[in-house]
Every structure is written in C-alpha cells, then in structure tokens.
C-alpha cells in the first residue's frame, strides 16, 4: 500500500497537493474565519490583498456540494491531465486559468465575492479538451463524462438554472460517453466532445461567467504547449539532418 502510494505521489504530485490542499482549507473553514480572510474580493484586492485571486481556491463558499463536484474533477480530470501532459503544463494551465478568469470576473462583477475551486477545474477541462487520453477507458469516459457534464451543467446554469444545467447536462455526458466507448475513441468522436466543450464556454462567456473564460484559458496554455513542443521537435530534426549531411 505505501509503495502505491509514493508511486501515485511521484506521477500525479500536482494533482495530489492541490487536492489535498483544498482538502485541508475546506475542513479548517468551519473552524476558522477563512472565507472572509480568503476568498476573491474586489474591494479587498484593490486595496493590495492581490493573493486572494489564488487563495480564494482553497475555501468553499456553498459548502459541501462544492467541495466534492470541484474535488472529484480535481482528481479525475487532473491526474488525466497530468500524466498526459506532465506537473508543469498542470500548474501552468490552473493558473493561468484561475489569474485570467478571475479578473474578467473581477471586471464583469467587481462586487460580487467568490472562492473554490472550480477555475482550477476549468482550465484543467479545458486542457483535458485538446489532450489525447483514451486509456484506461474507465478512467479515461469518466473523464470526458466530468468535462462534458462540468461545462454543460455551469453553462445552462447560467442561463436557465440549476434543474435545466442538471438534466441537459446528464443528457449530454450520456450521448458523449456512449458515443466515445462504442467507436473506441475515435478520432472524430473526441472531436465531437472538443466541439461540446467550446460550444459550452462560448455560452459561458456570452453570459459573462468566468468559467467560460477559464476553460478557455486552459484550451489555449494546452495548445500553446502542444505547438512549442511540436516546433522544438522540429527543429531537433532539422538540427540533425544539417549535422548528418556534413
């Protein structure tokens, strides 16, 4: 048991720490004054409490309902992420997601105080979108199900309200799982569930919902890292053909 442990440990440590740190300030909420010492706040900010932008994940504001939808797609949708892309693509990804959309929410709703996770989440939705993971298939349709149901959900949620994100969501997290495990992950499948996630973040965004602009975010730190690595590649090779022809 402690060797699967510390392997876990060794292949997933940012989705470990961040899950396990969201853990510990949920639980510690309850007895300390957390929320109002951490979570996003426009005034506070403006006045220099800039970390709020980053504590603010680490408190729940609704309770426990947020907790375990944010904590389960933490663990699932981050490990996916992480050992398909690696620990730093992972920190990149959730913080730029968290920074970005915090403060299109920050301009949007200067107001309005918020805190969880559920940014980090995001951006992790939305490099998990363009990520090719496909096995394990338990692992890997419980994933695309959590991407497809978290975007869908919090988009008509915006528009219409929780029992219409609820079962509009359901619906689409069944079509898509259905559709990726009978053609076996095909190519064109994964594209259907990529075109249900920007199809749900371009509704989030025209609603002004900061989760549209993190899944976004996360998308496009995906992206960017995907062509860097492409191009370096690309230019080891042209390196080496240079090298062999003299």
């Known amino acids: ?19 396990v740190a969201v853990t510990v300030g949920f639980a510690l909420q309850w007895l300390l004054p957390l929320e109002q010492l951490m979570e996003r706040e426009g005034a506070a900010i ?19 309902g947020q907790y375990l939808f944010n904590t389960v797609g933490l663990v699932v949708v981050g490990a996916a992420v992480e050992k398909t892309r690696g620990s730093i693509q992972w920190v990149a990804g959730v913080v730029v997601a968290q920074v970005g959309a915090s403060l299109a929410a920050l301009a949007w709703t200067p107001g309005v105080p918020d805190s969880g996770s559920s940014l980090f989440v995001s951006g992790l939705v939305g490099m998990l979108s363009v990520t090719w993971f496909v096995k394990p298939v338990q692992w890997a349709a419980l994933a695309a199900g959590y991407q497809v149901f978290f ?34 992950f095909a190519v064109w499948a994964l594209t259907t569930t990529l075109v249900l996630t920007v199809l749900a973040f371009v509704l989030l965004i025209a609603a002004r919902d900061q989760h549209g602009i993190a899944v976004l975010l996360g998308l496009v730190v995906a992206l960017t ?13 042209r390196l080496d053909g240079r090298a062999g022809r003299r």
Request: hydrophobic letters at 50%.
């Open 46 to 64: 403006a006045d220099g409490q800039w970390w709020r932008i980053l504590s603010s994940v680490l408190v729940q504001g609704s309770g426990w």
């Open 225 to 237: 890292a995907s062509f860097a690595s492409s191009y370096r590649h690309g230019e080891w090779r």
């Open 1 to 19: 048991m402690n060797g699967r442990v510390r392997s876990a440990g060794g292949r997933y440590p940012a989705t470990i720490i961040v899950s």
């Open 151 to 184: 975007v869908w959900y919090l988009a008509v949620l915006a528009l219409f309200g929780p029992l219409a994100g609820a079962v509009v969501g359901s619906v689409l997290t069944g079509v898509a799982v259905s559709v990726l495990v009978r053609s076996g």
